[in-house]
């Protein structure tokens, strides 16, 4: 009897140790002090998250997240603009001019806008290509990406006009370029925060 008790006893002495065991596995109260902190500054870091979230949610100024530059790789490198008089080119340094909106109205069929100058970027049929207050079907652009990972801009209601940059950053007329014409290739890109 005596015997019994005493190696349950020590069953149950092993098992604790063998808690305690796993318990320092885990750390040393040291580490584990740092665990809970890590675990405390991570759930703070999701709520900071989810409370951003929501306040971007809520604010007028959503869409800035969308907001982004259009940089064309021909010369020394051009940032698209679309300027309050209408005039479109392209600009080396990002200005406030070349904070575009792009807007899907259907897949691959995209509206491009001016944040400051508020212009739709449109297209003629002779391929001048301008910003312009009126929304229309001039201002719809077929949006591709190419094997090179560039996406082009190409009019949807003139087939075959494409948009397209000079080496010196002026717009070209759309009929003379095509896709594979390294002054068609723009890549969407973040503006940096300030
Ligand atoms: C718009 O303004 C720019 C810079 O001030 C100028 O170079 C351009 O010629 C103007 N465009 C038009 C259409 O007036």
Redesign the pocket.
């Known amino acids: 009897m005596g015997l019994r008790w005493m190696s349950l006893c020590s069953i149950l002495l092993f098992l604790c140790v063998c808690c305690l065991g796993v318990d320092e596995g885990a750390g040393s109260p040291g580490e584990h002090g740092d665990q809970l902190r890590r675990m405390w500054l991570h759930s703070m870091r999701n709520a900071k998250n989810r409370q951003k979230a929501a306040v971007e949610q809520a604010s007028p100024f959503r869409g800035l997240a969308t907001h982004q530059l259009l940089y064309s790789p021909v010369g020394i490198g051009f940032h698209l603009q679309i300027?309050t008089?209408?005039?479109v080119g392209g600009v080396h340094e990002p200005s406030e001019y070349s904070l575009l909106k792009v807007f899907a109205v259907r897949p691959g069929i995209v509206g491009i806008r001016g944040v400051k100058s508020e212009l739709y970027l449109c297209m003629s049929r002779q391929g001048i290509v301008q910003g312009l207050r009126k929304f229309s079907n001039e201002c719809l652009f077929k949006e591709h990406m190419e094997e090179n990972h560039y996406n082009t801009y190409s009019s949807l209601s003139h087939v075959g006009l494409f948009l397209a940059l000079s080496h010196r950053g002026q717009l070209r007329k759309g009929h003379r370029v095509g896709r594979h014409q390294a002054s068609t290739h723009f890549l969407p890109r973040k503006p940096l925060p300030h």
């Open positions: 300027l008089n209408g005039s």
